[in-house]
């Protein structure tokens, strides 16, 4: 069975920095993009960086680039999200997705994503 897990989250001051990790079991992790999502209440899952194992190409949102950094390890089939000068803005719960083809202009739409990990939440505090 494929299989995402997400982790990192946790409660962070403005500025502060956190990790993320998404560790995937079931399928090639050189094969597939994995994106980062993040979703609040009331509003819709939006892409927030996304890397493609196949060949390294990274995306950003414009609200994460400069701040946040995506890469990943497949010797651990894990990607991770390297997130610096957080904001109170940042504070959502943030998932992990598996595409075996992702785009560049599809990349943070979440319909292009497989599978998805069950989430991992990161509060900022002013």
């Known amino acids: 069975d494929v299989q995402l897990q997400a982790s990192g989250g946790g409660l962070v001051q403005t500025g502060g920095s956190l990790r993320l990790s998404c560790a995937g079991s079931?399928?090639?992790?050189?094969?597939?993009?994995i994106g980062w999502f993040r979703q609040v209440p009331g509003k819709e899952r939006e892409g927030v960086s996304c890397?493609?194992?196949?060949?390294?190409?990274?995306w950003y949102a414009d609200s994460a680039r400069g701040r946040f950094t995506i890469s990943g390890d497949d010797t651990k089939n894990t990607v991770y999200l390297q997130m610096n000068s957080l904001k109170p803005e940042d504070t959502a719960v943030y998932y992990c997705g598996a595409a075996a083809v992702v785009l560049s202009r599809h990349w943070a739409e979440p319909k292009w994503y497989d599978y998805w990990g069950q989430g991992t939440l990161v509060t900022v505090s002013s």
């Open positions: 079931g399928f090639t992790f050189g094969d597939v993009a």
């Open positions: 890397i493609s194992r196949r060949d390294g190409m990274t």
